[in-house]
């Protein structure tokens, strides 16, 4: 009789899905705010500017919590319901990750410029990829 381990431990309680979240929503609110200082120093001309701007610290700080909280309720969605919860996770996310950049090349916010949108994309894989990792267990705290 063999044994099997599996690879990705699935979380027994919401409250560690609640602790995988936050890590990871912690994690990619400081790589948004770090990688923002980081265009603020460098002068990147983005286009918009503005407490409502994309890339202000409020709708940055915001948008990767509600991201945080919708990925984690796919996630306890995908367990239920599925065999093998992190594939289609992963494969969700990877959906999401590509109908989330739409708006960015097609209907990008007023006046921005194409470093703008590059960061944009940018954001979106920093937000999504820290998500990802920690919700499925793949990096463990």
Same mark, same amino acid.
């Given at each position: 009789m063999s044994q099997s381990?599996?690879?990705?431990?699935?979380?027994?309680?919401? &409250?560690?899905?609640?602790?995988?979240? *936050?890590? *990871?929503?912690?994690?990619?609110?400081?790589?948004?705010?770090?990688?923002?200082?980081?265009? =603020?120093?460098?002068?990147? =001309?983005v286009g918009v500017t503005g407490s409502m701007s994309p890339f202000a610290a409020g709708p940055l700080i915001g948008v990767s919590i509600v991201a945080g909280a919708g990925a984690a309720i796919a996630y306890a969605a995908v367990v239920k319901f599925t065999i093998q919860p992190v594939r289609n996770f992963v494969a969700l996310a990877v959906g999401v990750f590509v109908v989330m950049l739409v708006p960015v090349?097609?209907?990008?916010?007023? *006046?921005?410029?194409?470093? &703008?949108? &590059?960061i944009l994309v940018l954001y979106h894989a920093l937000v999504a990829v820290p998500l990802v990792v920690f919700i499925t267990g793949a990096v463990e705290v």
């Open positions: 381990t599996v690879r990705y431990p699935v979380p027994e309680t919401s &409250g560690r899905l609640a602790r995988r979240t *936050g890590t *990871g929503v912690l994690f990619a609110v400081v790589l948004v705010l770090l990688t923002q200082a980081i265009v =603020d120093a460098l002068s990147i =001309d090349f097609f209907a990008p916010p007023e *006046g921005i410029t194409t470093a &703008g949108q &590059g």
